[in-house]
Structures are given as structure tokens and as C-alpha cells.
């Protein structure tokens, strides 16, 4: 047996233990001071521009309870509704940017149950989320993701999640979409428009879009499975309201996805969107019996003599709101439904997203200040 450390021997002993405590408090000095860069947007004291700007973040302390920390992978960009956050209470000097976000998850809070770390996942970051998706590592709650088809990329995932919930949101639970129904999709060759017709076509609905652009309507000419008819709005010569009556034999067709409708003529409204509009009256005309108009305008104006229409047609109008689904955590179940469907539409092929080659994170500042003026057509994804 060897002899027990002399007291020379002990007085070394803890020496030495106490420099290696001291590594291990420096290490971990080191962790907590790591920053990430993440993408942020500030707004004007007129609230007319925006600035986009990157801010060096800490790095996230434990995930608590139901939270998962992610790895982002990919990140759509999408327009940032500022009107919304005005109204919701929400603004703040620097606000965070990025919210359709595909990743790896790193680790998971103590009360997670449907998610562990290495899983790949895919959701929408809510509009209170103090994280920015446009970032390396991000927690979002458990109940805004979903597990990720191995077969889906990163940027298909991002790139096709906050679409899908619109066109699913309108088409299921705003219409009631169902085969040999008529449907109109206006703007067919955006981002939303194209995962809509392809929900229609698998729907068994027979589809008629307008284009905006001879680009446009050669790209909606080569879809499959062909459209009904397509609408060339760009010479303006054609007419939406007579080419929808004509391709359903007068009766009107029973479904309308617009994107953004003229309240007034031409000559008292100013144009302030790149893409031609048709007016509210062409929208109600074109209307079957018992139609569904889901609208993107979300002031909307409707007189007496518009309302008196609808009535004698029995049509209705619903409003696509995008956030309608953060707006109400009662129905956070259908959601998440709705999150696994669009996934499971993509990897099975139904869904085929118009996205842009992907960007690196230093591009996004400049990129978002395009999407925010809704000057792209493709939808745009950074990818890490």
C-alpha cells in the first residue's frame, strides 16, 4: 500500500484542484459570454421606414419547461405586418426578424414531450417570440413546431410553412374546398398563390388564376395539372369578371382567393401595387350561388348595394388573416394539424414551393429590405 500524502503533498493536492476549478469557471465564463448575431428591425418615430439592422445576442441561458432550444437551418422571409404590432402592443425599440424557421433541436425543456434533442423539426415562430429566426440558435415553444419529413430540405421547410397555412386556412376552414368545386386564385405565380392552386388541384377542384406578368403566365401555362384558364391581366385588356363567368358557363365560380382588391376606380385610388387589381364589384360579379370570397384587404368596403348582392346570392366573404392562428391559443390543436399537413403535402410532392436560390446570413439585411416592399415574386430563404 502506498503512505497517505504527506502534508506537503495535501497542500499540492488542493492546489492543484483549485486551478482546475478555476479552468472550469473560465470555460464556462467563456460559454456564457458567446454572442450570435441575429437580425432585427427598427422603425422609424413617423413609423413610415424601416431599418434592418444586425444586434449581437448573448447566448440563451437553459431551456426552460416547454421549450426547445433549435439550431436554425433555414429561415423565410416575409413581409413584417408593422400595422399589427401597432395594434397588438407590440413594438419595441429593436424587434426581432425571421419566424419560418426549419432546425435541429438541441435540447429540450423538463416538460417537452414531443420533441428530443437531434430532432429535425419545422413551425413559425409566434408574434411575441423575443428570439429572431434570422439567428443560429433560437427556443420557441414546443406547440409551434413539428417534426420535419426526412425527405424535405431545410429550405423547402421554411420556405413553404407560412404559405401552406395560409392557402390550408382559406381553402379548408374559409371555404370548404371540395371536388368539382370552381376556384379562382388570384395572383397565381406568388408564393401563395402557387401552393394554393396546387391545394386545389389536389382537392379535385378545377382552378382558374390570373397573371400579372407574360412571365407570369408562361410559368402558371406549365403547371401540372393544368389550369382551367389563365387570366393575362398584364395587357389589360382582358377582363376578370367576364372570363370567369364565360369559363363557367355564366354560373360564376364558387371559390375567390384574392390578392388585395381595388376599393375605388382607377382615377380616385392611387397605385401603390406593382400588380393590376380587379375591383370589388368584379369580385362579387364573377361570385356563384352560395360562393366564398376569402379576402387579403383587410379594410374592406363594402356599400349597401355590394352587400344586396351577396345576399341574393347567398355568397359570403371571410378575411385571411395570417396570424389569425397566433392570435388564439384555443385553437392550438388545429394548428399544429394544420403545421403537419402542409409537411406532409411537401414530402408526399403535392406542394412544390416558388423559392429563390438559397442566401447566407450576411444577404438578409438587404433581402428583407426587398421583401418588405414586397418587391420579390419567389419566396426567399437563408440558409446556415
Known sequence: ???????????????????????????????????????????????????????????LPATEDYYVKLQVKACALSQINTKLLAEMKMEKDFFPVGREVAGIVLDVGSKVSFFQPDDEVV?????????????????????????????????????????GVQAYTALHYLSHLSP????????????????????????????????????????????????????????GKAHVAESCLE???????????????????????????????????????????????????????????????????GATVAFLNDEVWNLSNVQQGKYLCILKDVMEKLSAGVFRPQLDEPIPLYEAKVSMEVVQKNQGRKKQVVQF
Open 247 to 313: 369559363e363557367t358557363g355564366g354560373l360564376g365560380v364558387d371559390i375567390v382567393l384574392d390578392a388585395g382588391v381595388r376599393l375605388y376606380s382607377k382615377d380616385d385610388e392611387p397605385a401603390v401595387k406593382l400588380q393590376p387589381l380587379p375591383h370589388k364589384h368584379d369580385i362579387i360579379t364573377l361570385l356563384g350561388v352560395g360562393g366564398h370570397w376569402v379576402t387579403t384587404e383587410e379594410n374592406l368596403q363594402l356599400d349597401p348595394p355590394d352587400s344586396h348582392c351577396l345576399f341574393l346570392k
Open 1 to 59: 500500500m502506498g503512505a497517505a500524502p504527506g502534508p506537503e503533498g495535501a497542500g499540492s493536492l488542493r492546489k492543484d484542484s483549485k486551478v482546475a476549478v478555476a479552468k472550469e469557471q473560465a470555460v464556462g465564463a467563456g460559454r456564457r459570454q458567446v454572442t450570435m448575431k441575429g437580425l432585427y428591425f427598427q422603425q422609424s418615430s413617423t413609423n413610415e421606414e424601416i431599418t434592418f439592422v444586425f444586434q449581437e445576442r448573448e447566448n
Open 123 to 163: 413551425g413559425i415562430l409566434p408574434l411575441d417570440s423575443e428570439d429572431p429566426g434570422l439567428c443560429e440558435v433560437v427556443r420557441v415553444h414546443e406547440h409551434y413546431l413539428v417534426h420535419k419529413p426526412e425527405k424535405v430540405t431545410w429550405a423547402e421547410a421554411a420556405g413553404t410553412i407560412r404559405d
Open 180 to 235: 368539382g368545386k370552381s376556384v379562382l386564385i388570384m395572383d397565381g405565380a406568388s408564393a401563395l398563390g402557387t401552393i394554393a392552386i396546387q391545394l386545389a388541384h389536389h382537392r379535385g377542384a378545377r382552378v382558374i388564376s390570373t397573371a400579372c406578368s407574360l412571365e407570369d403566365k408562361q410559368y402558371l401555362e406549365r403547371l401540372r395539372p393544368s389550369l382551367a384558364r389563365v387570366i393575362d391581366l398584364s395587357n
